[in-house]
């Protein structure tokens, strides 16, 4: 099976801007969360998506937001764009079902600069 | 807020000597996961545990659960230089979040 993919891969764009992430899960996991990830704060729970709708969310302000396709792909946004936004963004699929959270298929991330 | 704390944030040995990282969360956790990510790449799930004092093994690695699920512990017995990288823990909460902790990266000398 192919992994998780994450489209870009980079991404440079300057504060107040806008920027859309994509993410292609493992065929068949329903299931997708996105995660930040830098430096200082480790890796931070963005949301999870499961069946189109928002399972789960972190404890980011309302410029983050990300919605789930009928095929589970997924795509996060994040508006007016902060030089704090700067990180890795991961992209992780699951075959999880109702139950809860199982092991995560990491994608590669898209490295997202702000300046 | 619901907290994953890791300790030690960095560890450096000697190839060869042992390395255990250590979990513990503020509240009970359904599972907790194990993560590798080495320099330059993405998380790579290890195991999950689910059951109170649970053991598993993996080659050179035990995984721990506590017997109250609020904490964990990953231990590697001597360690090679392809060990390098950060280990996670993540568990997940009654609310069906998973919460990293701020990882373990482990260093290698050859």
């Known amino acids: 099976k192919a992994g998780v993919t994450q489209t870009p891969r980079y991404l440079i764009k300057t504060r107040g801007q806008q920027v859309t992430l994509s993410c292609s899960p493992i065929?068949?996991?329903?299931?997708v969360s996105w995660y930040q990830q830098t430096p200082g704060q480790g890796l931070q729970f963005l949301f999870e998506y499961f069946s189109e709708t928002q399972r789960n969310k972190g404890n980011f302000p309302g410029r983050f937001s990300g919605r789930q396709f009928s095929n589970s792909r997924s795509e996060m946004n994040v508006s007016t764009l902060e030089l704090g936004d700067s990180a890795l963004y991961l992209c992780?699929?699951?075959?999880?079902?109702?139950?809860?959270?199982?092991?995560?298929?990491f994608g590669p991330g898209t490295r997202l600069t702000v300046t | 807020g619901q907290q994953v704390m890791q300790i030690p944030q960095y560890q450096h040995v000697q190839e060869g000597e042992d390395f255990t990282t250590y979990c513990n969360s503020s509240?009970?956790?359904?599972?907790i996961q194990w993560y590798k990510q080495r320099p330059g790449g993405h998380p790579v799930f290890l195991i999950q545990?689910?059951?109170?004092?649970e053991v598993k093994k993996q080659k050179r690695l035990t995984f721990q659960f506590g017997e109250a699920k609020k904490n964990s512990s990953l231990h590697i017995t001597a360690t090679q230089t392809t060990d390098v990288g950060t280990y996670f823990c993540?568990?997940?909460?009654?609310?069906?979040?998973?919460?990293f902790g701020q990882g373990t990266t482990l260093q290698v000398k050859p």
């Open positions: 509240t009970t956790l359904s599972n």
């Open positions: 993540a568990g997940l909460s009654n609310t069906g979040k998973l919460i």
């Open positions: 992780a699929s699951s075959s999880s079902g109702t139950g809860g959270l199982n092991e995560q298929y």
């Open positions: 545990l689910v059951k109170s004092g």
């Open positions: 065929s068949g996991h329903r299931s």
